[in-house]
């Protein structure tokens, strides 16, 4: 299957500064990838969709200035937590799709850990 | 509209059968289902499109109810290696992908 990577593995911070989060297909074009949240033993929550080369759509509830997502190419997409908080301390995992249909296989990164303190 | 998944966990030894529902209350476009290791991403096991189809080889197969509200996921003579949390996504048409809740599933020797 198609790999996708994602950096860093795990981010410790403290409270206030700005973490990125990058998001890579390796071998394969991704028209569209997702940024979901997952909280221990919890389903992935979908923060946003991102199309390259257009703004993200954020999901009801999620701070759109908070999460600066950027998707300059058909291989990255970055998430970066602004003045992160410890309320912000999660594991991020990001997806990609060659076309973004809802029929398409989204491929999972390996994930970010991210803690705040 | 999130999937209910059922049941919410599940312990077997190894060799045992096991079967994963995931329902919606609304015709669904599609049903994706996934594994996830702990602290690993999630790994793409099959999707589903059609009423009435099942796929997959004789280890692990799913099926969409010809109504396409419910699909299931079969896990046959499981391997230890079969352990982890099991989630359906499911759409509408043109809609994004919304995961279930997840089903935790431990083999035991």
Same mark, same amino acid.
């Given at each position: 299957?198609?790999?996708?990577?994602?950096?860093?593995?795990?981010?410790?911070?403290?409270?206030?500064?700005?973490? &990125?989060?990058?998001?890579?297909? #390796?071998? +394969?074009?991704?028209?569209?990838?997702?940024?979901?949240?997952?909280?221990? &033993?919890?389903?992935?929550?979908?923060?946003?969709?991102?199309?390259?080369?257009?703004?993200?759509?954020?999901?009801?509830?999620?701070?759109?200035?908070?999460?600066?997502?950027?998707?300059?190419? #058909?291989?990255?997409?970055?998430?970066?937590?602004?003045?992160?908080?410890?309320?912000?301390?999660? +594991?991020?995992?990001?997806?990609?799709?060659? $076309?973004?249909?809802?029929?398409?296989?989204?491929?999972?990164?390996?994930?970010?850990?991210?803690?705040?303190? | 509209?999130?999937?209910?998944?059922?049941?919410?966990?599940?312990?077997?030894?190894?060799?045992?059968?096991?079967?994963?529902?995931?329902?919606?209350?609304?015709?669904?476009?599609?049903?994706?289902?996934?594994?996830?290791?702990?602290?690993?991403?999630?790994? +793409?096991?099959?999707?589903? #499109?059609?009423?009435?189809?099942?796929?997959?080889?004789? &280890?692990? $197969?799913?099926? +969409?109810?010809?109504?396409?509200?419910?699909?299931?996921?079969?896990?046959?003579?499981?391997?230890?290696?079969?352990?982890?949390?099991?989630?359906?996504?499911?759409?509408?048409?043109?809609?994004?992908?919304?995961?279930?809740?997840?089903?935790?599933?431990?083999?035991?020797?």
């Amino acid at each position: 299957g198609a790999v996708v990577s994602q950096h860093p593995s795990r981010v410790i911070c403290k409270s206030g500064t700005s973490v &990125k989060i990058e998001c890579r297909s #390796l071998d +394969f074009q991704a028209t569209t990838m997702f940024w979901y949240r997952q909280f221990p &033993k919890k389903s992935l929550m979908l923060m946003a969709t991102s199309n390259e080369g257009s703004k993200a759509t954020y999901e009801q509830g999620v701070e759109k200035d908070k999460f600066l997502i950027n998707h300059a190419s #058909l291989t990255l997409s970055t998430l970066t937590v602004t003045s992160a908080h410890p309320e912000d301390s999660s +594991f991020y995992i990001c997806s990609a799709s060659s $076309s973004g249909e809802s029929t398409d296989t989204q491929y999972f990164g390996p994930g970010t850990r991210l803690t705040v303190l | 509209q999130q999937p209910v998944q059922s049941p919410q966990a599940v312990i077997l030894r190894e060799g045992e059968d096991a079967v994963i529902n995931c329902s919606s209350s609304k015709a669904l476009y599609s049903v994706h289902w996934y594994r996830q290791k702990h602290g690993e991403a999630p790994v +793409f096991l099959m999707i589903l #499109l059609k009423g009435g189809e099942q796929k997959g080889h004789d &280890k692990i $197969s799913a099926s +969409f109810n010809e109504k396409k509200q419910q699909s299931s996921l079969y896990l046959t003579a499981s391997q230890l290696s079969y352990s982890g949390t099991y989630f359906c996504g499911t759409s509408n048409r043109d809609d994004k992908i919304i995961f279930g809740k997840g089903t935790r599933l431990h083999i035991l020797p």
